[in-house]
């Protein structure tokens, strides 16, 4: 299976630009179509930046034409912040929204050719988007009760805006940790595990897959992921595939683990060769071909189609 991530990139191939793609459903539809019609991707998804939810909590968002959505302002400050903060009607908020009518134009689209793919925040990439990553960090330390509130609150959007992402089509919930290679085991642990289990038990029951995306090296963290019940798991190029394997047994999707800049400044012949080897050594094996996290922008368009043809 071929399955990039695919946003900056596809939204250039489609040609418009990052603003479009992340702040409009129906331009993000649209890419992701072409990328199923020209690249033969084997699953189609809605994910664009980390601030949907934070806009939803009540951030300003400013959308950068080339660039990733900026977010402009920090909805929590101090603890006080944190015990106010509302949970938010993910089919009020425009972003979230947005999200959702994606889910529903996309599936009507793809009827049933592929999986779609929906996304959340995981809820410490939310607790940092919303804080600060310092800020955050800083109160696991020393305000424990207020860090603890505030991921729960995010687990609940979480919840909420993963199930709206099903019932409007999705057959496959991605949740974006990315922060959580950058704890350690106990940390993770403490703070992180049972919320993931919580989100991905959440997510099966009612009737979708888990795909859980954490950039970075999470070598350290795999032990403590095994028992998650994760179905698919981007692995990043720092991650060993076989270790991945070793210890989060046959039943987990691995998906990578390509450093996107090997994609980006290598010819098609070396990228091709290299992907026919890294498939090649996963046969018979669940995998997924793709690199460790997004396909950049200025990526050839015949390096991406090395990529596909190596996995076929």
């Known amino acids: 299976m071929f399955v990039p991530i695919l946003m900056h990139f596809i939204a250039r191939y489609a040609g418009g630009n990052y603003a479009g793609f992340a702040s409009d459903y129906r331009f993000l539809v649209e890419a992701n179509l072409r990328a199923l019609a020209n690249f033969d991707v ?13 806009s939803a909590f009540g951030a300003r968002i400013e959308f950068i034409p080339d660039g990733v959505p900026r977010c402009m302002d920090l909805v929590i400050k101090n603890s006080d912040d944190v015990r106010n903060l509302g949970r938010p009607d993910v089919y009020k908020c425009e ?37 600060g990553i310092e800020q955050f960090m800083v109160m696991m330390m020393m305000d424990a009760d207020s860090a603890n509130i505030l991921l729960d609150k995010c687990v609940l959007t979480a919840k909420d805006f993963a199930k709206a992402q099903i019932e409007a089509g999705c057959d496959i919930i991605g949740m ?14 403490i703070f992180v595990k049972e919320r993931h289990r919580e989100i991905i038990d959440f997510i099966h029951a009612n009737g ?9 090296d999470i070598s350290h963290l795999l032990p403590l992921m095994k028992d998650l019940r994760i179905d698919i798991l981007d692995i990043d ?10 210890i989060m047994g046959p039943d987990v999707i691995r998906c990578g683990n390509l450093d996107p800049r090997f994609v980006l400044n290598k010819y098609p012949d070396e990228i091709f060769s ?17 690199a460790g996290c997004e396909i950049i922008v200025n990526t050839p368009v015949d390096n991406l189609m090395a990529m596909r043809k190596a996995a076929i």
């Open 95 to 131: 972003r979230t929204h947005d999200r959702i009518l994606g889910a529903e134009l996309l599936s009507k689209h793809v009827n049933g050719e592929v999986p779609v793919f929906g996304w959340i925040e995981g809820p410490m990439a939310e607790s940092c988007d919303l804080s």
């Open 176 to 189: 974006g940790d990315a922060i959580c290679s950058q704890i350690d085991p106990q940390t993770y642990e």
């Open 42 to 54: 084997d699953m189609v998804g809605l994910i664009s930046d980390p601030y949907r939810e934070t």
């Open 208 to 216: 979708a897959l888990v795909k859980v995306h954490i950039c970075g």
């Open 274 to 290: 290299v992907c026919k080897m890294l498939c090649d050594n996963e046969k018979y094996r669940k995998f997924i071909l793709s």
């Open 237 to 246: 190029w720092q991650v060993d595939p076989q270790k991945a394997f070793e």
